[in-house]
């Protein structure tokens, strides 16, 4: 459902644009026309191949390594074991662990794509380009004035596929599937290695991935592709499913045994105490007998 979602609008025109007006030779939207997006210094392949790639790389060789790590002492084992038909029937561990981390994160690319496009088809927020390529013929539209506002789709002359990319920038999907995919291996590397060595690697890493989606965002604005405001949100909209999916959905990947020992121990604590009645031995009684003779 998520992926014929995503489909639908990226590919279709189920879903209408909100055509946004402007005002005559609005400075925020006068920036010169950047050249097509294949040309940007980060290309939609290249942008998409990472995101898609590099995730599962690092996923794959890491819990490989965790998995080799902790054979020795069944540790991993048992902590990811699912019982299919009995005790001598069950899913590879490292399998498991490597296909619902996959899972969770394809989810989640999707999801971030469907929130980025749900956005841009509401609001229709116009290009920092958007009258290069919109060529409006100000002299047939009237506007004497700079604070005329001008609204409809047949104010623009240029070409109507450009024209409807250019209405679609906030916010930028861009810089929410970066910071995604850089949100999501950061919470990964820092959750699941654990080995030594790794306290000074680790942040290293992190910092870097987190700086290559923070570029993809700048690239954006230099190149007057997307406004500062298109970069934010799209920011702000891949970080908050990263962290909602890491910590709510994978419990910051920890294994089954884990989770199953926090619920034991809940139930637990949430028992009633039981009072068992008190029987009193033969050299208590005694006791008390001769205290009280004495006094």
């Known amino acids: 459902g998520t992926v014929?979602?995503?489909?639908?609008?990226?590919?279709?025109?189920?879903f209408t644009v909100n055509m946004?007006?402007?005002?005559?030779?609005?400075?925020?939207?006068?920036k010169p026309y950047p050249s097509p997006e294949d040309s940007s210094t980060v290309p939609p392949v290249l942008l998409y191949s990472l995101t898609a790639g590099v995730p599962v790389l690092v996923i794959i060789v890491g819990e490989t390594a965790v998995f080799c790590l902790q054979l020795a002492t069944?540790?991993?084992?048992?902590?990811?074991?699912?019982?299919?038909?009995?005790?001598?029937?069950?899913?590879?561990?490292?399998?498991?662990?490597?296909?619902r981390f996959l899972g969770i994160y394809t989810f989640g690319l999707f999801a971030t794509d469907i929130f980025v496009n749900?956005?841009?088809v509401v609001t229709g927020n116009l290009a920092p380009h958007f009258l290069a390529l919109c060529k409006p013929n100000y002299t047939a539209l009237g506007c004497q004035q700079y604070t005329q506002f001008i609204s409809g789709e047949e104010a623009c002359t240029g070409n109507p596929d450009?024209?409807?990319?250019?209405?679609?920038?906030?916010?930028?999907?861009?810089?929410?599937?970066?910071?995604?995919?850089?949100?999501?291996?950061?919470?990964?590397?820092?959750?699941?290695?654990?080995?030594?060595?790794?306290?000074?690697?680790?942040p290293v890493l992190c910092l870097g991935l987190m700086c290559l989606?923070?570029?993809?965002?700048l690239n954006r604005v230099a190149e007057y592709r997307n406004h500062w405001s298109d970069v934010i949100a799209g920011f702000l909209v891949g970080i908050s499913i990263a962290?909602?999916?890491?910590?709510?959905?994978?419990?910051?990947?920890?294994?089954?045994?884990?989770?199953?020992?926090?619920?034991?121990?809940?139930?637990?604590?949430?028992?009633?105490?039981?009072?068992?009645?008190?029987v009193e031995s033969p050299l208590?009684?005694?006791?008390?007998?001769?205290?009280?003779?004495v006094t």
């Open 4 to 14: 014929m979602l995503a489909y639908y609008f990226e590919y279709t025109d189920t």
């Open 284 to 293: 208590e009684k005694n006791h008390i007998t001769a205290f009280a003779e």
């Open 74 to 99: 069944r540790d991993f084992e048992n902590q990811e074991k699912t019982i299919l038909t009995g005790d001598c029937c069950y899913i590879n561990p490292l399998v498991r662990r490597t296909v």
């Open 213 to 217: 989606a923070f570029l993809t965002g």
């Open 162 to 202: 450009l024209i409807m990319r250019a209405r679609k920038t906030f916010p930028s999907k861009e810089a929410a599937l970066s910071v995604y995919a850089a949100m999501y291996l950061t919470m990964y590397i820092t959750n699941t290695i654990k080995a030594k060595g790794t306290r000074l690697a680790k």
């Open 243 to 278: 962290v909602f999916l890491v910590v709510c959905v994978v419990n910051n990947f920890k294994g089954r045994q884990a989770e199953n020992e926090h619920i034991h121990m809940d139930n637990l604590a949430q028992m009633p105490m039981i009072s068992i009645p008190r």
């Open 118 to 120: 749900a956005g841009q």
């Open 20 to 30: 946004q007006g402007f005002f005559c030779h609005d400075s925020a939207y006068r």
